[in-house]
């Protein structure tokens, strides 16, 4: 309701200093003064804000104790008048670059940002290793181009001119190139008599692959296809998989019962291109056998009519996954397993014989289309088991839509069209150990209590990206967050902790292997987890459980008032978003290794002009798309909220109590 703060004023760096009680900046009655230093906790009296913000409405701050309102105004003024995000940020993408788990620059760059812990004076800074890899994948320098011949040759020439330079990717931990490698682009044929009329054409050059414009699985679904063709390329090379040898039909083979006895009763399935059962036949070995019709194949359910000498049965089963059972006529018990599966290259095996004989012909490599201007890195299957002695052999490239369209179109035009690709991928043979890096600011009164504050430090890798938006930003605010609470010498009774995870592209690895190896008692005192993860934009919010709201809006009400953006024309206040009897939230980062296990968890709102889905994973993850003034609130803003939620009474609540009555009261 009163919430004050002598110390902190409404504008930015410069305003005026006045007192806030919850009410618009005046000046102040001796008598309320008096009532704002009541307010007081594990410091000289506290500093919790001018309001909160919950819900979206300006209120009063909530009648709780947090830091030191000293240190917090040392933690504003030093964000304000001395931010290092920028120059974080900047060394972290343009030294280290792209840091994929694994590979050489993200475990440089866990050193590196090692090395800022200590520099910065904080207690127990170390690599915390989570897990190995089978090996280290390290994306060097990578080009492309569409290129021609020189027109005029000279002694001093280039052997090509390029024509237009090409913005593509590849997946990550697969083959790359023996340097450059140039060859003709030529369409993918349609079918093997195309290919058999000039099977010579497919020689060393790249194929350019059907694009997917009418699908509507986005950008991120070409990642998947690529995936999907990886595989299905290495299983054809290898010869797992040849497309031309005809499939042993599915079968379900069991038992029928029949006047007592259980006959033998085998099930050969049709199936649309959808998987659907439509048709088919059952037998008997040695008495009979029939066509099935009036198939209704609904997910686990099937029904069907068998004509047999006895009767046309009616069948009624239930499929679960390899086993069916059911009745036939509401009297015959039947029971099936299956012994033979459905072909599982039914929808492909048309294209994939194609795709065989082009194969063996010995193509340069495979050309794809992004649906968009944006290429989307990622990585093939089974990347946890990688053998580096069974590696599949093709390169797929995948290109943005204009590059993709600029060579279909001079194809169509019955113009030559050249490409070069030089993927210099580096693969080394592991185990490769992955790290997490940490450092802490110790807890003077409870040093075995913990709030962390984090942020994943590695990136995809596809060529022209430094991982800025993801995630870049989040660990650049992560260690000025670390710095500004250094900087103003920080006391907090509870430690705090500082993670940057590794292995949060791949599946939130780092931090569920750190959750792993805590005991249950460490788990009970870490009071919240905070992360940052939503790419350049300010953190704006945070989704609460309703009995959270009171400690968080009054541990985040002295950024409010404070940071404003000439651009947004708006302060770059905190929302505290009530979602109920717990955290609404996603599970889509580091936060949700923790609320899986009873830890509050929390994934930073991401307000602002940024886009974010413009970098996220693709090659546009560039340093200039980092917001400065953006990062330096959400640098301040994590610093101060955890550094008041370290001061706070309590531990945050993890369950709602009859004392968790709210005090935000009015609002403005």
């Not at 972290?92 to 475990?107: A, K, N």
């Not at 019962?257 to 649309?272: A, N, Q, S, Y």
């Not at 003077?444 to 870049?472: F, Q, R």
């Amino acid at each position: 309701m009163l919430g004050c703060d002598s110390s902190v004023g409404s504008g930015g760096a410069g305003s005026a200093r006045r007192v806030r009680c919850g009410w618009p900046s005046v000046a102040v009655p001796f008598a309320v003064s008096a009532v704002c230093m009541l307010l007081v906790g594990c410091g000289s009296g506290r500093a919790v804000g001018p309001y909160a913000v919950v819900d979206g409405q300006k209120v009063d701050v909530p009648l709780v104790s947090m830091g030191d309102r000293g240190t917090v105004a040392r933690v504003l003024n030093e964000a304000e008048s001395d931010s290092r995000v920028m120059s974080i940020i900047t060394e972290l993408c343009e030294t280290h670059g792209s840091r994929l788990t694994g590979s050489t620059s993200c475990e440089d760059a866990n050193r590196w940002a090692l090395a800022k812990f200590e520099e910065w004076g904080l207690d127990n800074a170390h690599l915390m290793q989570w897990g190995e890899l089978p090996a280290r994948f390290d994306r060097l320098a990578s080009t492309g181009a569409v290129v021609q011949e020189p027109r005029r040759r000279g002694e001093d020439d280039p052997e090509w001119e390029t024509v237009r330079d090409l913005e593509f990717t590849t997946l990550s931990w697969t083959r790359g190139t023996d340097g450059p490698v140039v060859g003709s682009v030529v369409a993918m044929p349609g079918s093997v008599e195309e290919f058999e009329s000039d099977p010579a054409l497919y020689e060393g050059a790249w194929i350019l692959l059907e694009a997917p414009y009418a699908s509507r699985r986005g950008v991120r679904g070409v990642g998947y296809s690529m995936r999907q063709r990886n595989d299905i390329r290495h299983e054809i090379r290898t010869g797992a998989y040849d497309p031309f040898q005809d499939p042993e039909p599915e079968t379900w083979a069991g038992t029928v019962t029949f006047e007592g006895d259980d006959l033998e009763l085998v099930f050969v399935p049709t199936r649309d291109r959808r998987g659907s059962i439509t048709g088919g036949t059952l037998s008997i070995p040695g008495m009979h056998e029939g066509s099935v019709s009036d198939v209704v194949h609904d997910e686990d359910s099937l029904k069907m009519v068998w004509e047999n000498p006895h009767e046309n049965s009616t069948l009624d089963l239930t499929i679960d996954g390899e086993t069916i059972t059911g009745m036939a006529t509401g009297t015959h018990a039947i029971r099936l397993e299956q012994t033979n599966g459905a072909d599982e290259y039914a929808m492909t095996r048309d294209a994939d014989r194609v795709l065989k004989r082009v194969l063996d012909a010995g193509p340069a490599g495979f050309i794809s289309a992004s649906p968009d201007e944006r290429v989307w890195t990622t990585r093939p299957n089974g990347w946890r088991e990688l053998d580096i002695d069974n590696l599949a052999q093709d390169v797929e490239v995948l290109v943005r839509r204009s590059d993709y369209d600029f060579m279909n179109s001079r194809l169509a035009d019955g113009q030559e069209v050249t490409a070069r690709f030089d993927l210099p991928h580096r693969i080394e043979r592991g185990p490769i150990p992955v790290y997490n890096t940490i450092a802490e600011i110790p807890g003077s009164k409870y040093p075995d209590e913990v709030v962390i504050v984090s942020a994943h430090l590695d990136s995809w890798d596809g060529p022209m990206s430094l991982g800025t938006t993801d995630n870049g930003t989040g660990s650049s605010v992560v260690l000025e967050a670390a710095r500004l609470l250094a900087a103003a010498d920080a006391r907090p009774d509870r430690a705090i902790r500082f993670v940057l995870w590794t292995g949060e592209e791949q599946g939130l690895l780092g931090s569920r292997g750190y959750v792993e190896s805590l005991s249950d008692d460490e788990r009970a005192k870490i009071s919240a987890v905070f992360v940052d993860d939503g790419g350049t934009n300010y953190e704006g919010g945070i989704p609460a459980a309703d009995f959270m709201v009171d400690y968080l809006a009054a541990a985040t009400a002295a950024l409010n008032g404070r940071f404003y953006s000439e651009t947004d024309g708006a302060y770059l206040d905190v929302n505290i978003r009530p979602t109920g009897e717990k955290i609404a939230t996603h599970g889509g980062s580091d936060h949700a290794s923790f609320n899986r296990v009873g830890i509050p968890g929390f994934f930073w709102d991401e307000e602002g002009r940024a886009d974010y889905y413009y970098g996220w994973h693709t090659q546009n993850d560039d340093l200039d798309l980092a917001i400065p003034e953006y990062l330096v609130q959400s640098s301040a803003c994590m610093a101060i909220t955890a550094y008041n939620l370290a001061c706070a009474p309590e531990l945050l609540a993890r369950e709602a109590s009859e004392a968790d009555a709210p005090v935000v009261a009015g609002v403005k």
